[in-house]
T-cell receptor, first 115, second 114 residues
Framework: DTAVSQTPKYLVTQMGNDKSIKCEQN?????MYWYKQDSKKFLKIMFSYNNKELIINETVPNRFSPKSPDKAHLNLHINSLELGDSAVYFC??????????????FGQGTRLTVV | DAKTTQPNSMESNEEEPVHLPCNHSTISGTDYIHWYRQLPSQGPEYVIH???SNVNNRMASLAIAEDRKSSTLILHRATLRDAAVYYC???????????????FGQGTILTVHP
């Protein structure tokens, strides 16, 4: 069983379209995240949710809207896609209550290409 | 967020030990030191973490300097599968907007030769 699974794995779409990436974790964690890895391989946090509540929003354009229907799911919806949104998006989860010692589990990533 | 400095790249031969250094001189007293690695075309993978004492697990060992301003990840016998980018990340124990956040630096690209 995959601990953190993302769908789709690859997404190619045209500029201006709206797309969603889904993430599910079966680890019983209460905190989930979205990270973005750009073409230079730099990984940066975008959002985090704890118990369905938004905790971190790292100055991401409001075209990006995360939604957490329950603790096991965190989806990422992107409106009006731009060329610069092309990147690999990683979902992750951890047990928030253990604070700084919590290890995070990452999904395999969704490679988004905007043409 | 504490700043980290790691070598851009390191090389090793298979079955030899590898010591990956990291400087984190601005680390907060309550920050944990985490190491993650990212294999090609995969998501980051947790390796090990520690606070003050040295730590061992099935993947690696973590040696933490007494002043906590640096640490070293030790792979006891490198394999080809260990070729990856290794990230050293001070992780806050605080809540609020630091909650669970991992701040990735550039990492060290480890190449393992057969």
């Amino acid at each position: 069983d995959t601990a953190v699974s993302q769908t789709p794995k690859y997404l190619v779409t045209q500029m201006g379209n709206d797309k969603s990436i889904k993430c599910e974790q079966n680890l019983g964690h209460d905190t989930m995240y979205w990270y973005k890895q750009d073409s230079k391989k730099f990984l940066k946090i975008m959002f985090s949710y704890n118990n369905k509540e938004l905790i971190i929003n790292e100055t991401v354009p409001n075209r990006f809207s995360p939604k957490s229907p329950d603790k096991a799911h965190l989806n990422l919806h992107i409106n009006s896609l731009e060329l610069g949104d092309s990147a690999v998006y990683f979902c992750a989860s951890s047990l928030g209550a253990t604070g700084g010692s919590a290890e995070a589990f990452f999904g395999q990533g969704t490679r988004l290409t905007v043409v | 967020d504490a700043k980290t400095t790691q070598p851009n790249s390191m090389e090793s031969n298979e079955e030899e030990p590898v010591h990956l250094p990291c400087n984190h001189s601005t680390i907060s007293g309550t920050d944990y030191i985490h190491w993650y690695r990212q294999l090609p075309s995969q998501g980051p993978e947790y390796v090990i973490h520690g606070l003050t004492s040295n730590v061992n697990n099935r993947m690696a060992s973590l040696a933490i300097a007494e002043d906590r301003k640096s640490s070293t990840l030790i792979l006891h016998r490198a394999t080809l599968r260990d070729a990856a980018v290794y990230y050293c990340i001070p992780k806050s124990n605080a809540g609020g907007t630091s909650y669970g956040k991992l701040t990735f630096g550039q990492g060290t690209i480890l190449t393992v030769h057969p």
